[in-house]
């Protein structure tokens, strides 16, 4: 049930960013400073939807280990650093940082090409890939998810293709 409630969250929650800029308030703050682009193992600067296929490299899973992520001078953290939460566009991606600085608590972005299957991801995650729920015209349709690592992220297949992607965990109201 935990999962299939999640899986509610992150349909929302992926529909929610594409909307635009919010500030939502919360009350819990934490010290942290953000990390430069040198210690991430991933940094994409620019669009990420476009070619997404460096959602199966090696460099990338390993920031979602825990190596560091940085996408457009957005450092990931799971770490609240202050009470505000924000959303920014930022080229294709929708950012939710954490304060006024560059902290990211999630990235979410619509993958305009065909560049990723689900046959890629099951490639690349292995038995870490889940499959939240089937929905959509071909068999393996629907969300799947990998969290045993640092950032979790859900990807939303349709038509065997990966059309987005949530990466983090999103605060929502």
Sequence with gaps: ????????????????????????????????????????????EGNAGDDASFLTSPQFIEGLNGGGM?????????HISTPDYHQHKVHDQVIQTVGEGKSARSVSFNVTDASV????????????????????????????????????????VEDGHVVNVLIGDPVTD
Excluded at 14 to 31: W, Y
């Design 1 to 44: 049930m935990k999962k299939l409630t999640k899986a509610m969250v992150a349909a929302s929650t992926i529909a929610t960013l594409s909307l635009g800029t919010v500030a939502v308030n919360a009350t819990d703050a934490h010290a942290e400073t953000t990390p430069s682009a040198t210690q991430a193992k991933f940094v994409l």
């Design 70 to 78: 940085m996408f457009n001078g957005y450092y990931m953290t799971t």
């Design 117 to 156: 299957t689900v046959e890629q991801l099951k490639a690349a995650y292995g038995q870490d890939l889940g499959q939240l729920y089937h929905s959509g015209s071909t068999p393996d349709d629907g969300l799947y998810y990998y969290d045993k690592g640092q950032y979790p992220i859900q990807f939303n």
